[in-house]
Structure formats: C-alpha cells, structure tokens
C-alpha cells in the first residue's frame, strides 16, 4: 500500500507571527487559562521601596463570563 504524505507549501505571514490568535478575544484567552480574578479580590501591599505588591484574597476564585 502506498504511503500518501502531504507537504504544505503555504508560508505563514508577517500578521499571523506576530499575533498567533487573530480570531480570539482576549477574554477568550484567559478564561481558557483559568486566570485568578482580581476584581474585588486584592490585596495591596506597600513593599515601602515605591512599589507594591497585589495578591489575591482567595486563589480559587477564577474569572468566569
């Protein structure tokens, strides 16, 4: 039986390197990467060298739609 291999030819565009998901949002983005929502649930902490420090009040809860 012969073996049919298929070669793509097609090159991929400056556009579609430098953005590799045109056609997702991104909050599509996050909520496919189960990303910690900060919105009402943060913490600032004053480090006292002029920055600070941002951390969720509770970890398990993730954005959502």
């Known amino acids: 039986m012969k073996k049919i291999i298929r070669k793509h030819d097609a090159r991929l565009s ?3 390197l430098s953005n590799p998901f045109p056609n997702d949002t991104i ?3 996050l909520l496919r990467s189960k990303v910690v929502d900060y919105r009402d ?3 600032l902490e004053d480090l ?7 951390s969720p009040k ?5 954005l959502k739609l």
Do not use: A, P
């Open 27 to 29: 909050h599509k983005r």
């Open 58 to 62: 509770d970890k398990n809860k993730l």
């Open 14 to 16: 400056r556009e579609i």
């Open 41 to 43: 649930n943060s913490i």
């Open 48 to 54: 006292g060298n002029g920055y600070m420090k941002i």
